[in-house]
């Protein structure tokens, strides 16, 4: 009740509450409650309006004052999830209103920054809106190039935000992982990557990293048999690139 709020009595009663579940069941509980009543986003109306105590600076204190660090947490994490589903559901609008990939890169960049979103998050982003963007043909041989049609508007879109070998990894996991539950996609797996090499939103050293050491383990043997040969192909390529550079300095 507002005037409960604004006499302290709510914020009060809701810090003790708190403090007596945490002595007598832990920290989890404490989240637990929060989660199954339903407060997560309205921690901040038990503070009083005035004398500028709605803020993040008093919030912090007050909870942690009071041996409430979990609840300081909670609200970050939960502001955290909060600004990644906008940005989602961001991209997910762009796509589907079919902007360029420029407009949604200038866009999503943008948002990123204002809300802390890392370029690896972003990337995922981008690959679940994408994927769900369009009805996929139900029959493997023709989904396989209606698949490459689709990414390949898109390429630009994976390349900005595909900056380090880290970012390209992850993306590598995400299409993994995303071909090994859709089991249509099983064998469209290696032209996808070969499309995003050949477009350069990833690397060779990323590829042959991922390969050796950051897969995902699922679906891994049929995934390590249809990468053999280009991830032998590239490491060819990388043994004579060598070669070339040690005969440019004799």
Known sequence: NEHQVKDGLALNFFLETLS???????????????????????????????????????????????????????????????????VFKMVKEAIDEEKTPKEIIIELKDSAAKNNISEQDALIMIWNCVMSAIEWNKKEDLLQDQALRHLKQYTPLFGAFATTSKSEVVLLNKIQEYCYENMNFLKTFSKIVLLLYKTDVLSEEAILKWYKEAHSSRGWSVFMDQMKKFVEWLEHAEEESDDDDDDDED
Do not use: Y
Not at 62 to 69: D, S, V
């Open 20 to 86: 007596t579940l945490k002595a007598e069941k832990g920290s989890q509980a404490v989240s637990t409650l929060i989660k199954k009543s339903g407060l997560e986003s309205r921690l901040m109306e038990f503070f009083p309006p005035l004398n500028q105590q709605q803020t993040e600076e008093n919030f912090v204190k007050t909870f942690t004052e009071k041996n409430l660090g979990e609840v300081v947490n909670f609200r970050k994490q939960h502001a955290a999830a909060e600004n990644k589903n906008a």
